[in-house]
């Protein structure tokens, strides 16, 4: 975990182990993790503020208007624009085992360019690891660059991130704690590569899933949204995409504290932040100058514990509450 507060890092450290099992490695302040959906603010809501900064990206503009094959088969699909996909209220469905069916990046992207609308666009929130997905493809498209090429060159390079990468490289892996033990689909431990099904065909790079990164890192980028997006991004542009947008509670790119919400009972309700599927989680405020990252392996050896929505608030809380104590 990793703890920014008053314009720097005032804490860092690991607790437990890699597994449960005896002699399993030591988690240290600086252990990689799966970022699993942390992944959609740290990469591809960073890649849509930049582009946005830049003037290239509209988030007005059909999602068809960039890849055409979008619209097909419902006259409602030409409504959903960028800004829809990033508010999750475009209409399109949480998630569909697509990995089952597709079994190359390309097909899997068509797969998901296909997915029917589970509602009219811009009449509900829904969160949409669809929609994220189809997000990817459409930044890549709009920058002529890979969401992992362009993400390491605007962000990650120049804000310090320099454990933070997309598909870690064979040395690094046995570093990395398993995820998960997959018996249904790859039938292999999962460790040091993506543990979503559908971002694994992608290749480990996608919208929704794929990065992987440290708490040091983490609150970096943290950091960074709290100088309101200082050294690469102006205040301005951090506002507009973190602010609550809509049905429901998100901004553009970013979940915000709901009732109840895992971000505990202290966060302001400006924060904004983000949860993975994996025990990850970042939560950002800015009138609290704080930030808290919290990274764990939640699915180990699968994920039927869902303790962690009770350990993320009180975690969050414990912290809050301690640094108001050393403060009085």
Sequence with gaps: MAVVAGNKLMAKFGLGHFTYEDGSPKVVADTIFDLASVSKVVGTTAMAMLLYESGHLDLDVPVAGIIPQFARGDIRRQEVTIHMLLAHSSGLPAYVRLYREAHTREDLLQAALAVPLAADPDTRAEYSDI???ILGAALEQIADESLQSFCERAVFGPLGMNRTTYCPPAHMRADIPPTQNDREFRKRIIQGEVQDENASVLGGVAGHAGLFSNAT???????????GGRPILRPDTVELFT???????????WDTPSDPSQSGKYFSPRSFGHLGYTGTSLWIDRDRGLAIALLTNRTW??????LIKQVRPE????IIEGLEAQDG
């Design 131 to 133: 929609g994220f997905i």
């Design 217 to 227: 890192d983490l609150g970096a980028f943290a950091h960074c949204m709290l100088q």
């Design 243 to 253: 602010r609550r947008y809509g049905p429901g509670s998100r901004a553009l790119g």
């Design 301 to 306: 050896p699968d994920a039927k514990s869902q």
């Design 315 to 318: 975690f969050h809380d414990a």
